[in-house]
């Protein structure tokens, strides 16, 4: 044990002697949770939209006037013809095109249903979504309310959103940066550490002493766990006090999960550890292995139902899957740990999994 | 020594980083076909003064001229004619013995007859033959230290640097590289070599002492014996406890200081009167004393009084 | 000068292939963030799980759950007995949403005008958590109860006044997230690999000491440079043209525009890659600092900012000042134009300058900082 503690305090000596890398560990993740939460977003408002009204009714103009009344988008301008909408939407200045075809009006007062078309720019799948949904709530709300006619709907949706009422999307994405940021920085700077003592040859030293392997691990990737456990304790407290992230769990709970998701992490880095033999390739492999997983299949943008089955699959083995459902949970939704049992399991089996891997290979050399 | 005749010549050299002085107010000459050494502990500017001679690092103030350019003004233009090899022996791992040659040969715009006569030289002087496709990383010490000398060759530069050529090599390596290097310097190529081992300095025609940047001593290694110790007799004293002999020379008045040397100890007299004799009389009687006899004072010794010397100074 | 730079880039191609590591990680890993990307990354919203509570049980509440059972976009996991059923739910992130249908809501409907209003309003609970895939299902909701009362009003012979919507999606009609995201990730591929390979490649001969070594040699500063970028600019080429195929031949992706103008656009945008990584190498010392700084001071902020997945019109006028910046926004427009809208040099010329500048920029700050002697 004692050993372990002269690898680690030798190795915080270091890192501290580095200035730059400390201040990466520790200040940058809050700098750029700052960053990110104020900047990143799916809410979508003001979104451009040009309009070719060829009916020019009271009608037709009202129709425009709910697209605007809506609040999502903003009339960009007006075309009149097919080639200048094209135009728009080419040079991306606008992302829809609203046609009113000049029997609308008639066709609305005649009970007969009125057809506009609206073209929208797919090169944006993710906005496409969006937009198309907003021009359907907004016609079905003109729907009611132009032709003269107020009908009330048959079925009417009173929808009540819970944990997250005004919908902020900065609530969903915020943990998933701390998911990616604990990652990143656990998982690479350990695999760059122990590689960086082999590529300099001093590895050997260090197993010459009479320090087992064990410990030599142990004193190794300490150092970095407390680091990352400051980074993101750091990060949540920035997200609360800056992005009113809310805490309705407890906060032994939330350590916990925290340091077992970096336990594993930190499991990672040794993994890569001993597979790479430099580190230009141990920085590859890390970020194939931890940052494009983390980023694309832990749920943390995208929505794992939404994946091809196979894809889910191998979500399952993505640490960051069940450290956002549990965050998720804690923050959230107030869950305590007899309620995360199964996410902290599956993170239990992961760190277990990979630290196993890890102890076999180097017990080999 | 005319102007001409001079391959370095280094004036009031300085370099500063901060509040630290890592060089002092440095001149010195090298002749040509000289072998000139730089012997000082770890730290006491030895590598940086040789990088500002190399147009790796801007002096801080100070003028250096190298076969006669003026390195501070034109760095690029003395590198034709300088050899260096580094502490580490920079050398490309992964590449062959072969592949390291021609890279440099590349480097230097070697090629035709001229490569091959180099490239041949290169093998035959580090006794690579026939380990042309061993990878530079497979190579174990003292080879590589002399490939790296090898291709620090290839261009044939009149004046070559060497910055702790022998560190971690085997002695009989070490032997043989100097061995080297007296064969260049009869050739007519200056060698200025910085090392920590005084046996090598030995070698040197003249030596540098540099202590905390400042240039400590400088001349021949018998005329920096004669300095510091014509006056000044060194007699080694043998007994069963050197600890406690060495304490009681220590408190007479006519020695100057004392050291252990393996389980003797030097006493350095403060006069040419200082002798055996008079050394073993004003000794307390209830010493055990094996031996005292007068001995002619080594590199080490000359050395370290040097230093402290200097460091006297520099406290005052 | 030519065979100095020759001798600098055949020692790199040797490096680079006595480290078979380096080289599959290399290959590899764009093929395979390629897929991983291609596959996993999706908005779209389809198979969201949600809790039907009916209250009711009558013909009418049966028919309504039924739409939703057969709309590809929902999955109902669970029929409960009552709304404290889809508590749990929620809560371990089972169901996204809850339905509830009141008791009374098939007569509500029966007796439309003159009841309750009450009785026919449908309760959806939705988990806020995921706020963007929240908003898209409870528009789906939205949109099924649309049709639901549009059925209902025809089989009444009281057709409702309708706008509907001919909706045409331009440049990516099935709307495939992946058209969108495979382009990007070209240009997130070769920032990633080509700057931090450079900067370590650099940064690691001044940590053995052969950097010292090629210093003392006449060789010039920009052969220096070159010789170390071109072999990494080399690399970064292969993987374009390998990013390329997997993309149009494996993902289908329709490359409309011209595939010259593409390589064009890459080698401009390797200049600001490789640019980047010297700068990098410039004000690193030691390997583990410049992977960092290329990571978390460049890669990162470049990625989240640069409008690959988060567009660059919903963030805050401060930042989207800042955005410009950013060489990846202006090789993300290019690509995507290209694959997607088939446009030519005419339209997307603004970005090509944009690029051009940005790497001469770098580059130049980046030669000035690699002075041979410090």
Known sequence: ?365 | MSEAGRAITVSHLSKRFGAFTAVDDLSFDVGRGEIFGFLGANGAGKSTTIRMLCGLLTPTSGTASIDGIDVGRDPEGVKRRIGYMSQRFSLYELLTVEQNIRFYAGLYGLDGDRFTRRRQFALEMGGLVGKEHVEARALSGGWRQRLALGCALLHEPPIVFLDEPTGGVDPVSRREFWRLIDGLATSGTTVLVTTHYLDEAERCDRVAIIHAGRLAALGTTAALKADAFDTRPILEVRGAQPVALMGALDALPMVEKTSLFGTAVHAVGRDAGVSAGTLRAALPPGLEVTDIVRVSPSLEDVFLDVVDRSEARGAA | MRRRIRTLIWKEFIELRKSPQLLRIVIIAPVLQLCMLGYAATTDVRNVPIVVVDGDRSPDSRRFVEKFAASPYFDIVDEGMAPSDIDAHLARGTAWLGLVLPAGFGSGIERGDRADGSQRTVQVIADGTDANSSGVALAYVQGLVGEFNADLARERGTPLPQIDGRVRVWFNADLESRNFMIPGVLALLLMLITANLTSMAIVREREIGTLDQLNVTPIGRWELILGKLLPYALVGFIDVLLVVAVAVFWFQVPLRGSVPLLLGASMVYLVCTLGLGLLVSTMSATQQQAMMTSTFFFLLPMIYLSGFIFPIENMPRVIQWLTTLIPLRYFLVIVRGIFLKGVGFNILWPQFLALAVWGTAVLALAAARSRKRT
């Open chain 1, 1 to 365: 044990m004692r050993s372990a503690l002269a690898v680690a305090v030798k190795e915080l000596r270091q890192i501290a002697r580095d200035r730059r890398t400390l201040m990466i560990l520790i200040f940058l993740p809050t700098f750029f949770l700052f960053l990110y939460g104020y900047a990143l977003n799916f809410d979508i408002r003001h979104i451009a939209i040009v309009v070719d009204d060829r009916d020019q009714t009271a009608d037709s103009r009202a129709l425009v006037a709910a697209f605007v009344r809506s609040t999502y988008f903003d009339i960009a301008g007006a075309t009149h013809s097919d080639a200048e909408a094209t135009d728009w939407i080419d040079r991306g200045r606008a992302r829809a095109v609203l046609v009113i075809p000049s029997d609308f009006s008639q066709a609305l007062r005649s009970g007969v249903t009125a057809t506009v078309q609206v073209i929208v720019d797919g090169d944006n799948a993710n906005t496409a979504t969006t937009v198309l949904g907003y021009v359907s709530a907004v016609l079905r709300l003109a729907s009611a309310t132009l032709g003269g006619r107020a009908v009330p709907a048959l079925v009417s949706v009173e929808p009540r959103i819970w944990y997250n009422p005004e919908l902020r999307s900065t609530v969903f994405l915020v943990p998933g940066l701390i998911a990616f940021i604990s990652m990143i920085t656990a998982v690479v700077s350990t695999a760059l550490s122990i590689v960086r003592e082999k590529e300099r040859g001093t590895m050997e030293q260090v197993r010459m002493a009479p320090i087992s392997t064990l410990s030599f691990v142990l004193g190794k990737t300490l150092p970095y766990l407390v680091l990352s456990l400051i980074g993101a304790v750091a990060i949540m407290l920035a997200a609360m006090y800056f992005f009113g992230l809310p805490m309705r769990g407890a906060w032994p709970t939330l350590l916990l999960v925290v340091t077992l998701f970096l336990i594993g992490a930190l499991g990672t880095g040794l993994l890569v550890s001993t597979l790479a033999d430099t580190q230009q390739v141990a920085f590859q492999a890390a970020a194939l292995i931890a940052m494009l997983p983390t980023l694309i299949l832990s749920g943390f943008i995208f929505p794992i139902a939404s994946m091809p089955v196979a894809l889910q699959v191998i979500s399952s083995v993505v640490p960051a899957r069940y450290f956002l459902v549990a965050l998720r949970g804690i923050v959230l939704k107030g869950l305590d740990a007899g309620a995360l049992w199964g996410p902290m399991l599956a993170l239990v089996a992961y760190a277990c999994v990979v630290l196993g891997i890890s102890a076999v290979r180097l017990a080999r050399r």
